[in-house]
């Protein structure tokens, strides 16, 4: 998708074993998702990571072959951002979804509609 490069961003990274997201967006986000459910399986996703990078090997040089091998925890780490975006993808569409087809029509019969879609679906939509 050309997010993630496919380089050796991550591949000397020979030590690196445990990865702690800062508050941003996507902690923003993640905390504003509808069902608490979504919310506890980002977040286990997110601390995936900590459980394989541990365990996969860093990249190396192989002598050898004289060329510069990629290792697992550049692999692993790519892998592990690109399944965080995919996931958190389909939750705000169906977080989209719910708003669309379930808030709007509820507070669409107490209000009028432009306030419904001016001010209160704004206000739920995610970060």
């Given at each position: 998708?050309g997010?993630?490069?496919?380089?050796?961003?991550?591949?000397?990274?020979?030590?690196?074993?445990?990865?702690?997201?800062?508050?941003?967006?996507?902690?923003?986000?993640?905390?504003?998702?509808?069902?608490?459910?979504?919310?506890?399986?980002?977040?286990?996703?997110?601390?995936?990571?900590?459980?394989?990078?541990?365990?996969?090997?860093?990249?190396?040089?192989?002598?050898?072959?004289?060329?510069?091998?990629?290792?697992?925890?550049?692999?692993?780490?790519?892998?592990?951002?690109?399944?965080?975006?995919?996931?958190?993808?389909?939750?705000?569409?169906?977080?989209?979804?719910?708003?669309?087809?379930?808030?709007?029509?509820?507070?669409?019969?107490?209000?009028?509609?432009?306030?419904?879609?001016?001010?209160?679906?704004p206000?739920?939509?995610?970060?």
């Amino acid at each position: 998708n050309g997010l993630i490069p496919h380089d050796n961003t991550f591949g000397n990274c020979f030590y690196l074993s445990h990865v702690d997201l800062v508050e941003g967006e996507l902690q923003k986000t993640i905390t504003a998702l509808y069902m608490e459910e979504w919310r506890n399986n980002m977040n286990e996703e997110i601390d995936s990571i900590n459980q394989i990078l541990p365990t996969v090997a860093a990249a190396h040089y192989n002598d050898d072959e004289q060329e510069y091998v990629e290792g697992e925890k550049a692999m692993a780490t790519r892998a592990w951002i690109e399944s965080i975006l995919r996931q958190l993808g389909h939750y705000k569409a169906e977080h989209r979804r719910i708003l669309d087809e379930d808030v709007a029509p509820a507070f669409k019969r107490f209000l009028p509609q432009d306030i419904v879609m001016n001010n209160i679906l704004p206000f739920l939509d995610l970060p």
